[in-house]
């Protein structure tokens, strides 16, 4: 399998651990020794050329450059590699990834012990990588009323407060268009139908957008439920891939259908957000599609969890959700019927009306989760 194989680079002064370290990765097929260097001075310009996916650095490395000042040199210098430490059991060293420390092997150690912290530390480092870039997030369910609209709306409203990131949420829900009616928007207001798809532009986007009061733009759907035919799905990626460009993050609010068009946003979205809550018919609904997703290739990455009402198991055990989708749900939002009711009918994001509320901490966690990351809040600020 060499797309899967992990490209390694080595900074080992000692020969004996050098060469110790090559014959135990040489035997296996899963690593690409890249090379192995004696010092430091040249790690960086290797690593920026080579491309490893890990970095294995002794920390007792002697000369110009120590190995623990390696490490945060090469994280600093932004590179992609995940980076593990080597060290003995005498000089223990702690997992810190802002220094560049993503784990720690202590000497003496196994091939096996190697090569599996090798593929760990870099599995961890691609589902990094993967909400880092999570500039599209399509939020969908397999049963209506669960919440998409709700979320989607605060969930857009919390990224851009948090990170300053320029956050547009698109009406993807395109026969019913939940978003006009949540925000009151005048009903001549554009649409996606109103932009020039074959020659659109970045200033077209400007005229057709909603600005809404709470900060996002909004992209809305047509005015009336015909006119979703009037959409293909060809029309939706390249709006979509005009929307990336111009945002930093893209939330998109779904129907409950696997129509074309639908898929045409799920394809497009770095992350799916698929919002389950405590009812059997969901639950259900929930497992056959995610069985749909595997079937046409979506990678599990892709696929996030999220518990609504997740303080209300209306009666069943509260580990049913878990079992049925295999894994804990990756984010989950507490109910709170009387103020999601009053800020909807208001149509402002609860985020903003009661950013104490304990649903609003729950949205920021999410968003916080979800882009990481991308934008790294200066430190201090
Ligand atoms: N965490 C929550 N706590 C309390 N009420 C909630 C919560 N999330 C959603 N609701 C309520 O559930 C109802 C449905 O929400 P929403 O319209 O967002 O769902 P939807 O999945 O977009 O529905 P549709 O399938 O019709 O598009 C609304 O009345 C909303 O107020
Ligand atoms: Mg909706």
Request: aromatic share 4%; charged share 20%; no cysteine.
């Amino acid at each position: 399998m060499p797309t899967d194989q992990i490209r390694l680079l080595v900074v080992e002064d000692v020969p004996q651990v050098a060469q110790y370290m090559r014959g135990l990765v040489s035997t296996s097929p899963r690593v690409k020794l890249l090379d192995i260097l004696r010092d430091g001075r040249s790690v960086l310009e290797q690593a920026a050329q080579q491309r490893p996916d890990v970095v294995i650095v002794d920390a007792l490395l002697q000369g110009r450059v120590a190995g623990l000042e390696l490490a945060a040199q090469i994280r600093n210098a932004g590179l992609p590699a995940a980076i593990v430490v080597i060290t003995v059991p005498q000089r223990p060293v702690a997992v810190a990834p802002e220094r560049g420390v993503d784990a720690v092997l202590s000497m003496p150690f196994t091939g096996y012990e190697l090569i599996t912290l090798l593929q760990k530390t870099v599995e961890a480092q691609r589902s990094r990588d993967a909400s880092a870039a999570a500039a599209l997030l399509a939020v969908f369910a397999p049963k209506g009323g669960v919440g998409k609209t709700t979320l989607a709306f605060n969930l857009a409203v919390a990224i851009q407060q948090q990170r300053g990131a320029r956050t547009v949420l698109v009406d993807g829900s395109l026969q019913f268009g939940d978003l006009r009616a949540l925000l009151r928007v005048p009903a001549d207001a554009p649409s996606i139908l109103d932009l020039p798809i074959d020659r659109i532009q970045e200033a077209d986007l400007a005229d057709v957008l909603w600005r809404d009061p709470s900060g996002i733009d909004i992209l809305l759907a047509p005015p009336r439920i015909e006119m979703a035919d009037m959409v293909t799905p060809r029309d939706v990626e390249k709006v979509l891939s005009l929307v990336r460009r111009v945002y930093d993050v893209t939330v998109v609010d779904l129907p409950t259908n696997l129509s074309d068009l639908t898929l045409a946003f799920l394809d497009a979205a770095d992350v799916i957000l698929d919002v389950v809550t405590y009812d059997s018919t969901t639950i259900r609904n929930t497992v056959a599609v995610a069985d749909t997703f595997r079937a046409i290739g979506y990678p599990p990455s892709k696929l996030q969890y999220v518990l609504n009402r997740s303080d209300s198991p209306g009666g069943l055990d509260p580990g049913v959700v878990e079992r049925a989708i295999g894994r804990k749900p990756d984010h989950a939002v507490v109910s709170d019927g009387r103020l999601v009711v009053e800020a909807n009918n208001q149509g402002v994001p609860f985020v903003l009306a009661s950013p104490d509320a304990g649903i609003s901490g729950d949205i920021r966690r999410m968003a916080e989760a979800l882009v990481a990351e991308r934008r790294p809040v200066p430190a201090g600020v």
